[in-house]
């Protein structure tokens, strides 16, 4: 059976999400988990540092990194990265954590 890619872009990768993230990541047989966040602080939540996505065994999460460019303060919202990383892979199902007005986001609704 064809294993099936599950795209999950975040806006961030706050670190009370870490335990939810390492467990999703750890699925192997039927799903393969790939997270998109940054980990730029905001409103004084702590992030997950990103030796995580690096890190060998069960503590590993499957994390692209992005970069957050807000043009209005949580109103508009580039991420870098996201449109080239999903048009150029084969992921089949996409969870977005966020608005429309998070640019990439937009796009990527529109084109599919």
């Not at 990541?25 to 990103?50: A, L, R, V």
């Not at 508009?76 to 007005?101: D, N």
Request: charge should be positive.
């Amino acid at each position: 059976m064809e294993k099936i890619n599950v795209a999950m872009v975040c806006k961030l990768m706050p670190y009370y999400r870490l335990g939810v993230f390492q467990s999703l990541s750890t699925i192997t047989e039927t799903y393969e988990f790939s997270f998109f966040g940054d980990t730029k602080e905001q409103g004084g939540i702590k992030q997950i540092p990103f030796s995580y996505a690096t890190a060998g065994g069960e503590g590993r999460i499957r994390w692209i990194k992005t970069g957050n460019y807000f043009y209005k303060p949580e109103r508009l919202l580039w991420q870098t990265g996201i449109i080239k990383e999903i048009f150029r892979s084969k992921f089949k199902v996409f969870v977005f954590e966020g608005a429309l007005a998070h640019l990439p986001i937009s796009v990527i609704c529109t084109a599919l």
